[in-house]
């Protein structure tokens, strides 16, 4: 992305989705994914994206929860969500993002999320600055549809998550 299109682009964010990007960011960029974003079908085709460098990674210090803030039907279906926990630890995928691919991202990502801008540990253990988004909003946590959730669990699989992380998206109970 040109540098000179990022302030328009940090306004546009601002003011359509109610969160402010950092006034200077990497291009590329580091973006993990804990929801169904891990999965390469739909973040390829339904969010067009191109990653320049995939990997999967871990995020120390949370875990993964749904909470009924967001999602197609606010209040009924419960999207992915992370919240603190010091011994918590969620799996995902880091994608290397151009700058103009995490805007398009952003722009498909639901008002009630924020950005997180901390270190993941990539699948070699090395330490890696990300983005993700989390909604803080205190959202009470709800169950996710299983169309969802076998989006997500599928990714899992395909990503080869570690086992006792699928089991445990396999135990998530769903709405449906």
Known sequence: MNPTWWPICRLWVRL???????????DPLWYFAYGSNMNERLFRERR??????????RLNGYRL????????????SAPANIVDDPGGVVHG??????LG?????????????????TEAEDDTGKSV?????RDTGGAPEGRPSLPYMKIIREA???????????????RVDTAE
């Open 16 to 26: 359509r989705r109610h969160r402010t990007p950092p006034p200077n960011v990497s």
């Open 48 to 57: 067009h994206m191109a990653p320049v460098e995939t990997r999967t990674g």
């Open 65 to 76: 929860c749904f909470a009924v803030a967001g999602g197609r039907r606010p209040g009924i």
């Open 93 to 98: 995928v880091l994608y290397l993002l151009s």
């Open 101 to 117: 691919k995490f805007f398009r991202l952003d722009a498909s990502e639901g008002r009630q999320y924020a950005y997180l801008w």
């Open 129 to 133: 600055p990300v983005v993700t988004f």
């Open 156 to 170: 899992a699989r395909q990503r080869r998550l570690p086992d006792d992380y699928v089991s445990f998206l396999e």
